[in-house]
């Protein structure tokens, strides 16, 4: 199973950015799909988790700024990022869950916030 993230770029502080991950193969439905980032010289951190009962998890740090959603059908989550803040630069994995068929991690993509 690959998982494909898209949506990254550069953005001024306080904009808004929403990224997506499919996954490469549909024919089953992870338990729990999520994002994570890792800045320069940090270790990679949780962002946000959903299951698919809708069950959904946020960092303090972007709680009430960030939405995770999926779609189930097509193996596919989002993150809605807004109000954007520069400590929010880093890149971005999705990643995902399953009781059968193990963990798998995207490929990342970059978000750049400028002040």
């Known amino acids: 199973v690959q998982l494909q993230a898209s949506g990254g770029g550069l953005v001024q502080a306080g904009g808004s950015l929403r990224l997506s991950c499919a996954a490469s193969?549909?024919?089953?439905?992870?338990?729990?799909m999520g994002w994570y980032r890792q800045a320069p010289g940090k270790q990679r951190e949780p962002v946000a988790q959903?299951?698919?009962?809708?069950?959904?998890m946020y960092a303090f740090s972007v709680k009430d700024r960030f939405a995770i959603s999926r779609d189930g059908a097509n193996n596919t989550v989002y993150l809605q990022m807004n109000n954007l803040k520069p400590e929010d630069t880093a890149v971005y994995y999705c990643?995902?869950?399953?009781?059968?068929?193990?963990?798998?991690w995207g490929q990342g993509t970059q978000v750049t916030v400028s002040s």
């Open positions: 193969e549909t024919d089953f439905s992870f338990d729990v």
């Open positions: 959903i299951t698919n009962g809708g069950i959904t």
């Open positions: 990643s995902g869950s399953s009781s059968t068929r193990g963990n798998y």
